[in-house]
């Protein structure tokens, strides 16, 4: 059994060479950034009772970023002190991965492989599912793969998308074919999760809700910022029981 969707990994393969291209294919994960590093950072300060006046308040935390792309996100969590771990099924996002890390001198260790294959019992005080789920061919294989990574009382983050008439129009018609955010085809609706669906898998697999917060983005100002709303883009966090 995989969670490995071979249309979804071809898809984002062919993209790779772009991952660091700021105005590129991955634009808008460039601009999600700032907001869900920001989120990120305060969470696990306050969760794991960090020192926040640190330079590297994450220096005690092993994190595991799954479907890790080009390590958009596990560069500047690395930066924060944070033991790092990205895993993607695609070699291409890997390998581009790995250079980038090797260029800015940053020890991160980067992995070809989905959740289900990695022999990493209870590692990771930090799991991060960002973006992921609804690429994914099997959500509740993938969940469970997850939960097995993580030590009790960890902390897991599902970022994703929710399902409804807002979500399809906002999240494929204007970010695909009427902004051009995103390449046609990136997403599918029928793999979007309400926070609803989400909470029920999680819930199976020994999680317990924490927090669920929205995600918007400011036309005027260009940039993505934290919000109760969560019909379209939403994130949630949860403690491993």
Same mark, same amino acid.
């Given at each position: ?28 994960l ?25 330079? !590297?308040? %994450?220096?005690?935390?092993?994190i595991l970023? #799954? &479907?890790?792309?080009?390590? @958009?996100?596990?560069? =500047?969590l ?9 895993i ?23 992995i ?9 019992k ?32 960890g ?6 998308i929710? !399902?409804? %008439? ?6 494929? #018609? &204007?970010?695909?074919?009427? @902004?051009?955010?995103? =390449? ?17 898998i999680?819930t ?38």
């Amino acid at each position: 059994m995989t969670t490995i969707d071979k249309i979804e990994i071809e898809k984002f393969s062919k993209m790779a060479e772009d991952w660091w291209n700021p105005n590129g294919k991955f634009k808008p994960l460039h601009l999600f950034n700032p907001a869900r590093i920001e989120f990120i950072k305060k969470k696990l300060i306050s969760n794991f009772k960090l020192d926040s006046s640190n330079l !590297k308040p %994450l220096q005690k935390l092993k994190i595991l970023d #799954i &479907g890790c792309g080009g390590g @958009l996100l596990c560069e =500047p969590l690395r930066k924060l002190g944070a033991t790092v771990t990205g895993i993607d099924a695609s070699s291409n996002n890997i390998n581009i991965a790995k250079l980038h890390a090797k260029k800015m001198g940053l020890d991160i260790e980067y992995i070809c492989a989905p959740p289900e294959k990695l022999k990493l019992k209870n590692e990771f005080d930090v799991v991060l599912n960002m973006e992921v789920v609804e690429h994914v061919s099997d959500v509740n294989l993938y969940i469970k793969s997850c939960s097995k990574l993580i030590k009790k009382k960890g902390m897991m983050f599902v970022a994703t998308i929710n !399902k409804n %008439l807002k979500s399809y129009v906002f999240g494929i #018609i &204007g970010a695909e074919y009427i @902004l051009r955010w995103l =390449p046609i085809g990136t997403h599918d609706w029928e793999k979007f999760l309400s926070p609803e669906d989400l909470e029920n898998i999680m819930t199976e697999n020994n999680f317990l809700l924490d927090e669920t917060i929205g995600m918007k983005f400011n036309l005027l100002n260009n940039k993505w910022n934290l919000s109760s709303d969560t019909s379209v883009n939403y994130i949630s966090t949860y403690l491993k029981n």
